[in-house]
């Protein structure tokens, strides 16, 4: 979240408005009635959130929820990764985009590489499975793809670079900051061989390539030079209770009014089906093909995550 905008005086919502982790557990449940298999815990900092172990225990008890992970800036991983794991949690991504430490200040982020990576460790200790996301940005952080990969290739860890994204309203995107996957994979060409897997899943976000020495794999999401809009399959749930149907939305249906205002689970999952089949978000298909609108207000990275 930028210091700049979300400083000491920053009107931040007060506990009342904030979804209660019943509440959550809640609507989760009512998420995998609807054919949900994964969630995913995100920020802001989801691990700045007091008694999170409570809530990934009750998450890991939801009948048919195969999957539970959770995206983390990696700083908090060395005290939570342990008792994460033991309450349920599978998996865990940390974004990193830099070895440097000025690179990472430079980018937005802050603290510790040295901690990042020793949270990393802390995980993969725990029994956690690990990815890394890196976002790569022409002419800041381009010359940290062949380092980012040195240093995590044949280690079990899954780096993922990420196509830079006109996400939220204050990243200052332009198209000529977007180094696009084709670039990456030239650039891991000229030093690694490696290959396309086949993916997991209909609609997985990162096309995936695997090292031919046996160093693992990496994985690119290209969200803007190849958009996936067709076959994206992720809903997000805002902090205040707001169903978002796309990373790009400009803002949510509002879960939690109806719950606190006595709502059924009938109700809510008549609800959320009418949300999500109605839904024709298709934003990083239109920026490619120049359709898209004139700019508009959308919703915050930090408010719905990655």
Partial sequence: ???????????????????????????????VRCGARK??????????????????????KIDDLLDLALTTNGLGLREHA??????????????????????V????????????????????????????NSVILRGLNDGEILPLAKRFRGGGVVLRFIEFMDVGNHNGWQEDSVVTSREVLDILGKEFGFEEVAPSYVGEVAKRYRYLDGGGE????????????GDCSRARLTADGKLVTCLFAKDGHDLLAS???????????????GVWVARKDRYS???????KRSAKAKVEMSYVGG
């Fill in 105 to 132: 200040r430079k980018l937005g982020g802050g603290g510790s590489v040295e901690k990042v990576l020793d949270g990393i460790a802390a995980a993969k200790e725990a029994g956690l499975e690990v990815k890394v």
């Fill in 259 to 273: 719950m606190r205002g006595g709502a059924s689970d009938a109700d809510l999952l008549r609800t959320i089906k």
């Fill in 218 to 229: 990496f994985g690119l999401v290209s969200s803007v030079s190849h958009p996936f809009c």
């Fill in 39 to 60: 969630v995913r815990l995100t920020g802001g900092e989801p691990l700045l959130r007091p008694n999170l172990t409570e809530l990934v225990g009750k998450l890991a």
């Fill in 285 to 291: 298909e239109q920026r490619a093909d120049g359709t």
């Fill in 1 to 31: 979240m930028p210091a700049e905008i979300f400083g000491v005086n920053y009107p931040f919502l007060p506990d009342r408005k904030i979804l209660r982790f019943d509440e959550i557990e809640r609507l989760c449940r009512l998420f």
């Fill in 82 to 103: 342990s008792s994460l794991r033991k309450a349920g949690l599978q998996r865990v991504t940390v974004s990193l985009d830099a070895l440097s430490d000025d690179l």
